[in-house]
């Protein structure tokens, strides 16, 4: 089983997982042609993917999702509350999931779940093939046990690490948003990440990247600096998503 980032942050997301004959894209952030160019840096064919899993209808997570469903033929997974923004829907074949309700495409099983987020109705997605799992946490204002419960005993997890919290505080945002963002249902900072983490962190673990950092309102040494804390490891062990380069493949064995 293996991952790769195509990038992460407010500007697009998309990652891709794959395992023995099928390989899913969760979220399409980037425009049809950006798509396309990163999917080749990373080896794949556009119609090469069996799914797209959406997280939830932010501009950045789905922006391109109907384009590329469209123009590829791709089936579309999201959940009641996400469909109802997707737009351009028509001739696009979508699944409509549970926020709690596992399912199988191909050789992945995905097991979805609620997080809170200001969206209708946001999911994130544990993704395993039968004996390794990867816990995929990008868009979440607070940490729930049900969350802690899901991402456990995962042998990879990609997870938020929005902000840092006092660079967020003395950012030029308006204080609106800053508000939002720091709200349980905004987005995760790099201590609320650190602390997660620490909650489900065990042996097995092979892989933690940090993703959907902000450009303005954080740093990746900062990200790493916090999730290395929580595991008690070298901070060069914790990878981080790129914006513009993503991530390359990542093995689970």
Known sequence: MRFASLGSGSQGNALLVSAGGTTLMVDCGFGLRDCSARLERLGVAPDALDAILVTHEHGDHIGGVSRFA????TPVWLTHGTVRH???AAGIDVRVI???TRF??????????PVPHDASEPAQFVIGDGSRRLGVLTDAGSVTQHMVQMLSGCQG????????????RSSSYPQSLIERVASDWGHLSNTSAGELLRRVAHGGLQHVVAAHLSQQ???PDLARAALADALGCASD??????QAAGLDWRHIT
Do not use: K, M, Q, T
């Open 157 to 168: 997890l990609f997870l938020e690490c929005n902000h840092d919290e006092a660079l967020l």
């Open 104 to 113: 199988a495409i191909g050789d992945l099983e995905i097991a979805p779940f």
């Open 98 to 100: 549970s926020g709690y």
């Open 86 to 88: 997707l737009e351009d």
């Open 237 to 242: 062990w914790i990878a981080v998503a790129d």
């Open 217 to 219: 309102n954080n740093r």
């Open 70 to 73: 469209a123009r590829h033929g």
